[in-house]
């Protein structure tokens, strides 16, 4: 091994690049992802305001109370401490689990769940200390670049990445308290040791899956704060004697593409950058895409879509596609069983067209009799498609006796969106909300693909709640 890269070395290494990353280091897709991204994000906040369940959350943290720091967002005007605005702006921004996700680091894409954290608390952070829009930019790149290459280390990185969320959330946090290196150590330090995950939350169906990334950003405002306190951290929190991925190694403490992290450090900058076309995991995108074929099939041949015509939807999966608890039946006639169905993703997105953040809310659902009964009585069965690619299919049963079917490849969860797209995908979401004048929804999408220019984020962030 490289003896500059022996812990703590190259923690130490991580750390400098932290806190000296500048903007005219990021390039121009770096710069451009973020913009997409960040639009994105502001609309899952929209989003995740109207989930129901999540409803008692605001007026709990209003009657405890404490100082009106910073803002919530989605809200009436609500302010509230700064680790606590930040906690409820990344579970809304979670909530339906439609954020963008994914790193591609050195050439290996890899699942993860960061930027529904960092950007939401990354944007409480600008409010409150009123940075610029390259600020802003440049904090949530460095943070997110040495969260991604701890995950590429990872021996199993799928669910590991989970408890580097609250790493990511202390590499940027730290950047907005000015942290040197030795400080951001200590940040990370906290971050690691202290981590959490959502556990078994996805087969369960329970609120932890978008709970953890509101304790994450909290997690990361504090950790900044007890560096910036003076507290010492450890000699590596990762790589040393019982540190988060060294625990993870078999044998040693350094798994084995510990050294190829360093690559290019410095001059690349790797950040999450897939996004979801509707709610729930990106496993679910093939699904969707095959439900809108077989809802434009119908029109085609029908007219319109008639759901008594319906008898049944039946879906599909290759060997090679992600099952796990996307096959589970849909049973639960619930917000987060949507999320995390296949079954509700095809059938849902068959009668309507898409899934939005509309229909995967409880009473919606509930209240849409057919397609309970359809996305309930769906079936799911494994088929072997022709050449082995990674496809997906829907058959649709008419009570006429005739099929209507589709397939869709199973990778189209990698494809980048236009930009008209995610306009489209953050308008859905902001009319969902209703609860702002539109001409904030303007300004927010023009302000958010030249977030570079803003002097000062607050003139962004007060679009994002009533005052």
Not at 136 to 153: C, F, K, P
Not at 197 to 220: C, I, K, T, W
Request: charged letters at 25%.
């Amino acid at each position: 091994m490289n003896e500059k890269y022996v812990s703590p070395k190259g923690i130490d290494l991580f750390c400098d690049s932290i806190v000296n990353t500048k903007f005219e280091d990021l390039s121009e897709d770096n710069i451009r992802i973020f913009k997409d991204r960040l639009l994105d994000m502001v609309g899952c906040i929209f989003g995740g305001a109207i989930v129901e369940e999540n409803d008692f959350l605001e007026e709990r943290y209003k009657d405890w109370g404490g100082k009106e720091e910073a803002a919530v967002f989605a809200s009436d005007g609500l302010k509230l401490p700064l680790p606590n605005a930040a906690m409820l702006n990344a579970i809304k921004a979670r909530s339906n689990d439609y954020g963008n996700m994914l790193f591609k680091v050195l050439g290996d894409a890899m699942p993860s769940h960061m930027g529904e954290t960092v950007i939401p608390m990354g944007l409480t952070l600008a409010d409150h200390f009123g940075v610029s829009g390259k600020e802003l930019i440049t904090n949530d790149v460095a943070g997110e670049n040495i969260a991604g290459r701890l995950l590429y280390s990872l021996p199993v990185r799928w669910p590991v990445d989970m408890l580097l969320v609250s790493s990511a959330a202390a590499a940027v946090a730290g950047r907005y308290y000015k942290l040197d290196a030795a400080q951001m150590k200590a940040a990370l330090s906290f971050a690691a040791t202290n981590c959490t995950d959502p556990a078994n939350s996805y087969f369960d169906y329970s609120q932890e899956v978008y709970l953890h990334n509101g304790v994450s950003a909290r997690a990361g405002i504090m950790c900044a704060e007890y560096a910036k306190g003076g507290w010492k951290g450890l000699e590596d929190p990762y790589y040393g004697n019982g540190g988060l991925i060294a625990q993870r190694v078999k044998e040693g403490n350094y798994p084995e593409n510990y050294e190829k992290i360093f690559e290019d450090l410095g001059k690349v900058y790797y950040t999450e950058c897939a996004f979801k076309i509707s709610p729930g995991g990106i496993p679910m995108t093939a699904a969707a895409f095959a439900g809108r074929k077989v809802h434009q099939m119908l029109l085609d041949k029908y007219g319109k879509v008639e759901t008594e015509n319906i008898k049944a939807v039946h879906f599909y999966g290759a060997k090679n596609i992600y099952h796990g608890y996307y096959s589970n039946p849909f049973v639960l006639r619930n917000h987060l069983n949507a999320l995390f169905a296949y079954r509700f993703a095809v059938t849902c997105s068959a009668l309507y067209g898409k899934v939005s953040v509309a229909t995967v809310q409880t009473s919606a659902i509930r209240e849409d009799k057919e397609l309970v009964r359809l996305a309930e009585e769906a079936t799911m069965d494994v088929y072997d498609p022709e050449g082995g690619i990674p496809t997906v299919k829907v058959v649709l049963e008419m009570k006429d006796g005739s099929t209507i079917e589709a397939e869709e490849n199973f990778m189209i969860m990698e494809r980048y969106p236009e930009r008209e797209e995610l306009i489209e995908k953050f308008m859905d979401q902001f009319n969902a909300y209703g609860k702002l004048p539109k001409a904030n929804a303007d300004k927010i999408i023009e302000m958010a693909f030249k977030i570079d220019d803003v002097k000062d984020m607050r003139e962004f962030t007060q679009l994002l709640y009533s005052k």
